[in-house]
Each structure stands twice: as C-alpha cells, then as structure tokens.
Nanobody, 125 residues
Framework: QVQLVESGGGLVQAGGSLRLSCAAS????????MGWFRQAPGKEREFVAA????????YYADSVKGRFTISRDFTKNTQYLQMNSLKPEDTAAYYC??????????????????WGQGTQVTVSS
C-alpha cells in the first residue's frame, strides 16, 4: 500500500510560481508512475503530468508543457511539481497519484491505484 500526501498549494498571482510536493510512504518502485491531475470547480479531473518514479520518462499535458516540471528527491521519497508562469485557468485542486504498471495509459485517471488528498491552487488575475 502506498500513501500519498500533497502539500504546497496556495494563492498566487498570475505569472507567479508554486511548487507542489507529493510525499510517498510505503513501497515505491522505479517502474511506478506518479501522476498529477487537477480538477477545477464544475469540471472533470484532467491529467497534468506524470513521470516514472526513476525520472527516466516524463509526460506533460499540452496545457502545461514548458511551464510545469516534475522532479524528485529520492532521499525524501517525494516528487515535486514545479509550476511557473501560472495562469488563472490553472486554478484547481491538484492531486498526485500512483500508477503501478508503467505500460498503462498515463493520462487516464482510472489507471491509477493510489491517490493523495489534494491541494488547492488558486491563481488570481
């Protein structure tokens, strides 16, 4: 069983930056995929980015490509989502999740087994 705890959300002005953290406890293998999703009020949850736990492969949604970056601290078993040049449309609850089979579709939320509780990001214009 993997437990995930997100942190780092908050209120920021457009153009600003935030770094979200997702701390994992339990067995995490290099072949696992950690993904980030977000859900804005009244909208469906959407894929943001994902990476193998080893960091060897990364994938970003077109809407965040070039602005968001995944990184990790292996000593802390934590993955980060660095979000730069934030826009009001980035406002959402952000969730990290773990996918156990890296050959699955990374952008499909139903493929993910473990989820964090979410952290709110609000970008003001």
């Amino acid at each position: 069983q993997v437990q995930l705890v997100e942190s780092g959300g908050g209120l920021v002005q457009a153009g600003g930056s935030l770094r979200l953290s997702c701390a994992a406890s339990g067995p995490v293998f290099s072949t696992y995929v950690m993904g980030w999703f977000r859900q804005a009020p009244g909208k469906e949850r959407e894929f943001v980015a994902a990476s193998t736990w080893s960091g060897s492969r990364k994938y970003y949604a077109d809407s965040v490509k070039g602005r968001f970056t995944i990184s990790r601290d292996f000593t802390k078993n934590t993955q980060y989502l660095q979000m730069n040049s934030l826009k009001p449309e980035d406002t959402a609850a952000y969730y990290c999740a773990v996918l156990l089979d890296y050959s699955s579709a990374w952008s499909e939320e139903n493929e993910y087994t473990y989820w964090g509780q979410g952290t709110q990001v609000t970008v003001s214009s």
